[in-house]
């Protein structure tokens, strides 16, 4: 309708700033478990404020998101194998050192221990060894056209290649003159003709065992990212093992009773440690000199043979202490109870039991 009044011309100005009620002055402070990182006397420097959380407290003996301990990282058998070294070489299928009889025909069922099973390292380069018996030094060994045998060192035939089967940790040894012929015992221990062999055959495998060796670590690395122990562990050095769960000291008595409640004052804690090679050392008792650790089944003992029952793995944890693992029993490790007795634990290590865990200190 013409009748409506027209609209205002003016409207009313807007409110003023003075006008805003003004801001209380009683706000209450932040909870004390917030921590606000945009004021000066923070280190921290993102802008807003961050919980504090307490960190999760696992069930006790379980150490939960540490990494499993793990062998010494950059090693290799291999490196046992150099000029000057003195080796046993344990054929997989038998489980004994190979030796040279007095005829010079080789057999897989030789003694631990004995100079006649053990062979000493002539090594050129590129993985080419030649192999001398200790005892028989005449003879090394030999993988010929038609048999493998011990042979004297003027024959072409006595210079082998290295083969390493790397995800067994084992090798293999080829004739240089017949390539694919390779050193071979069966499970009775006697020789396997060359021409029926083949890398990946049982009976082309075996483990090497060192006997001696020059020192050679020097910049082994843990799989953590760290210098490992073991470059402090030259072949026949002195340690100590000391228990991170009974806070004690392990040590051998002169009846070769194995023990764990020794402080480290006590000459019964102190062990010679014999270097075998890629992380694995024996431990002998430095006061009782025919003693040494042995893992025996579920049981660990101080009235160790010289075979690789007394053989153990070196694995390292993050925060440098040590578990070691029965080579003969992979899934066994060196373990101390609630009663300080000792065992071969074989709980599975990654649950992180502190009865397994042990420090290791170099005395020279």
Known sequence: PSSYPPPPSTYPPPPQPSSYPPTPSTYPPPPSSILRTNCPSSPCTPVGYIQQTPPYQFPHGIIQSVPSPAAPCGMSILDVLKEGSVVELICCTTGNPLYVKRNGQLDGNGPFGKSKSEFCVHSSQHGIVALSNRKRNQFFLSVQQRQTCASRSDNDDVTLLLRA????????????????????????????????????????????????????????????????????????????????????????????????????????TIFIIH??????????????????????????????????????????????????????????????????????????????????????????
Do not use: W
């Not at 017949?178 to 990946?200: C, M, R, W």
């Not at 060192?210 to 122990?229: C, N, V, Y």
């Not at 153990?312 to 899934?331: A, H, K």
């Open 165 to 268: 089967i790397s995800h067994k940790g084992y090798v293999a040894f080829e004739s240089l003159v017949y390539p694919e012929f390779f050193l071979a015992i069966d499970s009775t221990g006697k020789t396997v003709a060359p021409q029926n062999t083949h890398l990946d055959m049982k009976e082309a495998q075996f483990s090497v065992r060192a006997k001696e060796q020059l020192h050679r670590h020097a910049d082994i690395m843990t799989a953590f990212g760290r210098p490992s122990i073991v470059n402090k562990l030259y072949d026949k050095a002195l340690i100590q093992l000391g228990n991170k769960h009974a806070k004690k000291y392990l040590g051998i008595s002169n009846i070769g009773q194995l023990f764990h409640t020794a402080d480290s004052g006590d000459s019964l």
């Open 275 to 364: 270097d075998r090679g890629a992380g694995v050392y024996s431990f002998q008792s430095h006061a009782n000199n025919g003693y040494c650790l042995e893992s025996d089944g579920n049981c660990v003992n101080g009235k160790g043979k010289p075979d690789q029952s007394s053989d153990f793995r070196l694995l390292e944890n993050i925060d440098g202490t040590v578990c070691l693992q029965s080579l003969t029993s992979p899934n066994s490790f060196v373990s101390v109870d609630n009663t300080i007795a000792l065992s071969m634990n074989l709980v599975h290590i990654e649950t992180g039991e502190h009865q397994t865990i042990f420090t290791m200190m170099p005395l020279n």
